[in-house]
């Protein structure tokens, strides 16, 4: 695929402020005005389209020691929500995209995710793990509403009694209750629920297709009322932008319901520094200078430390300071509930047609 355009300013609806192009690219790009083309549609308009994805296998692993998972299923590549901090943002590098406007514009789902699911799950040599659904890109993204590929992988590992856990900042995640329910009952899934404002315009402005924050209290309570269990996600974390709202995303998160809370320090690996800071001059100028070298300061006078053990809270006084504070307000609000692991012992492979009947029953 050619790169695409850059596009200066922001595009309406949309994260991020440029465009450039991927880092694998022999050749960037940039858009100007010449004034030969006044009547072309206004390029701040940027459409969104959605792309079929051949995969091989669904389930990806990883040995990182700073999450919490090995084995992974991502629905969709790219994101629609357009978070201007999202990690994710620079796998669209390996697309020949570009990780900025083409990352939450041109986007991609896995028709057969439920296929592979089901044939990785039904090998004799399969030994169980708990899943995570969303660890990349989120998992109830806008088209999800009509594509249901989400929903069918929870459906395949509801049929084979699976444990798994999902993250989303979507309140779409509702609408899948009829699944996540019954399977809370037999302690096979847990949710999480990123929430990382209560401020309506911090909220639009950093995170642009999200659910804004009344919603996603909302998932955090319907899902408590049904059973299912919910940690807060504060992340990520930005020192001088949201750290104030700490405390008051934990306290009202317990309110609706949620169990649990975490947190993750801003990181801005790869392409992602320079689009955070355009977007930070754009929509924050006032507080720009200030959040970044709040930022150096967590990562040893750099925008970025991607070693382990540092990259997810950042070291020396401030990311201290930091850590304090979120165990104090976890402490303060119940939100240090201790979970036991989810259920390994129920999987079990459903008959296929033509398997042999136990006439016995056993």
């Known amino acids: 695929m050619s790169p695409s355009p850059v596009i200066v300013g922001a595009a309406r609806g949309r994260g991020a402020r440029s465009n450039h192009s991927g880092r694998y690219e022999a050749q960037g790009r940039e858009a100007f005005d010449d004034g030969w083309t006044p009547d072309e549609p206004d390029p701040k308009s940027f459409s969104t389209t959605v792309s079929p994805e051949k995969a091989k296998v669904i389930i990806t692993r990883n ?50 995710a439920a296929a592979l699911l089901e044939r990785e799950l039904s090998r004799p040599r ?23 590929i989400t929903r069918s992988v929870i459906e395949v590992l509801s049929r084979f009694e699976h444990p798994f856990s999902i993250i989303s900042k979507s309140a779409l995640i509702l609408r899948d209750l009829d699944l996540l329910a019954p399977m ?67 306290e009202r998160s317990a309110q ?20 955070f800071r355009e977007w930070l001059e754009s929509d924050h100028p006032d507080r720009a200078s200030r959040v970044m070298s709040l930022v150096r300061q967590m990562r040893g006078g750099k925008d970025y430390d991607a070693q382990w053990g540092k990259r997810m809270k950042g070291e020396g006084p401030i990311a201290d300071l930091m850590s304090q504070r979120f165990a104090a307000a976890k402490r303060r609000y119940g939100l240090d509930f201790r979970f036991d692991g989810l259920d390994l012992t129920r999987f079990r492979p459903p008959p296929k047609a033509g398997d042999q009947i136990d006439l016995f029953g056993l």
Do not use: W
Request: with cysteine; glycine share 8%; aromatic share 8%.
């Open 184 to 250: 809370a009952e037999k302690n096979l899934v847990r949710v999480a629920i990123s929430i990382t404002s209560l401020d309506r315009k911090l909220s639009r402005s950093m995170e642009p297709r999200a659910a804004t924050p009344e919603k996603r209290l909302e998932a955090v309570r319907r899902l408590s009322e049904a059973g299912v269990p919910v940690i807060v996600m504060f992340a990520p974390a930005i020192p001088g932008l949201n750290d104030h709202e700490m405390e008051g995303v934990l």
């Open 126 to 148: 399969y030994v169980p793990e708990v899943i995570h659904i969303g660890g990349n890109t989120d998992p109830y993204q806008p088209q999800e509403r009509s594509l249901r």
């Open 256 to 275: 609706a319901g949620a169990r649990g809370a975490g947190y993750v320090a801003l990181r801005l690996p790869l392409e992602i520094k320079d689009l």
């Open 63 to 112: 040995d990182s020691p700073d999450v919490g998972f090995s084995a992974s299923i991502n629905p969709y590549r790219g994101c629609e929500h357009g978070c201007i901090y999202c990690y994710a943002r620079p796998a669209h590098a390996y697309m020949g995209l570009s990780p900025g406007l083409d990352f939450e514009s041109k986007l991609f789902f896995k028709p057969e």
